[in-house]
């Protein structure tokens, strides 16, 4: 069965420090690869994705992931984060083929202190 | 980006009563749509997958009855949770896709929903 796993429920770091959220899938077969971002009351909303080419996709606001098929990882880094990059992070995979239903980790929570 | 909108954000409902909430895509056809469920401090469980004009494909363990879903059209599915009970007190959520594998899944705002 797929599967996605975030091995740290939380992160706390401070202001202007670098951070690195990990993420891990499980599959047989070729996944796409997603971090949503949920701000406090907010929808989830599409952060970055890998689907082909180059292994290092960016945001716009910073933040990049990189796609390792031999560790089966696609961990989300920043290289310095500001205050409002709190939020919930979601790392997500994507089995083609079927409905191209999403499966979701259990999620990162973020939490940038002064 | 695509726009889908959930309603009602919040609900508060009698313990035995039914709801219905409503997930729209304004700016675009989703032929796939999507119901998650999130539990406090936890992630997004996928509840069903709901296909315009079919039936919707549940995930295992997921009560078909209690739970129902309709996607009457290609901008419109509807969740209702019937005969609630404060077991079914949770935060709903729907998205949207475009259809095509690796194209990114809007999502609603979500619905809170109370049973007391």
């Known amino acids: 069965a797929q599967s996605v796993t975030q091995l740290d429920s939380q992160v706390p770091v401070f202001e202007e420090a670098p951070v690195e959220l990990r993420c891990n899938y499980s599959?047989?077969?070729?996944?796409?690869l997603f971090w949503y971002v949920q701000y406090p009351n907010q929808g989830l909303q599409l952060l970055l994705k890998y689907l082909s080419g180059s292994t290092l996709v960016e945001s716009i606001n910073g933040f990049e992931a990189e796609f390792n098929k031999s560790q089966t990882s696609f961990h989300l880094r920043k290289p310095s984060v500001h205050i409002s990059d709190t939020a919930e992070y979601f790392c997500a995979a994507q089995i083609s083929g079927g409905y191209n239903k999403l499966i979701f980790g259990a999620g990162t929570r973020l939490a940038v202190h002064p | 980006g695509a726009v889908v909108s959930q309603h009602p954000s919040w609900v508060i409902c009698k313990s035995g009563t039914s709801v219905k909430i409503e997930c729209r895509s304004l700016d675009f056809q989703a032929t796939t749509m999507f119901w998650y469920r999130q539990f406090p401090k936890q992630s997004l469980m996928l509840m069903a997958t709901?296909?315009?004009?079919?039936?919707?494909?549940?995930e295992q363990g997921v009560e078909k009855d209690k739970f129902l879903i309709n996607h009457a059209s290609l901008t419109l599915s509807t969740l209702t949770v019937t005969s609630a009970h404060p077991e079914d007190s949770s935060f709903y959520i729907c998205?949207?896709?475009?259809?095509?594998?690796?194209?990114?899944?809007?999502f609603g705002q979500g619905t809170r929903l109370t049973v007391v």
């Open positions: 599959s047989s077969v070729s996944v796409y």
């Open positions: 709901s296909n315009e004009g079919s039936k919707a494909t549940y």
């Open positions: 998205s949207a896709t475009l259809g095509q594998a690796g194209t990114e899944a809007f």
